[in-house]
């Protein structure tokens, strides 16, 4: 992969990032203090029920607890529609 594409994956996350801290209420800075995966949830059969991000355990409290739709296992559920126009993330 040249320069000019690992530049625009590189444009793209941070354009992802930043959508998801406006989502999440956090600055753009404090979510890049998370560590997170993003996970899919499906079936057995692949049908896909919906995506969401998975933030690690030594994510700061004090930026996790700042989250909108914060659920246990400090995971928050995406929307589709937000998700397919990042795909490439």
Known sequence: MGTGSERMIEIEKEKFDRSLAEKFDVSYDELLEL??????????????????????????????????????????????????DNDDI
């Open 35 to 84: 560590d997170y995966e993003i996970c899919t949830e499906a079936s057995d059969d692949g049908d896909i029920y919906g995506h969401f991000l998975k933030f690690k355990e030594n994510a700061p409290k004090g930026i996790l607890e700042k989250i909108r739709g914060l659920e246990d296992e400090n995971r928050v559920w995406l929307d589709q529609l937000e998700f397919d």
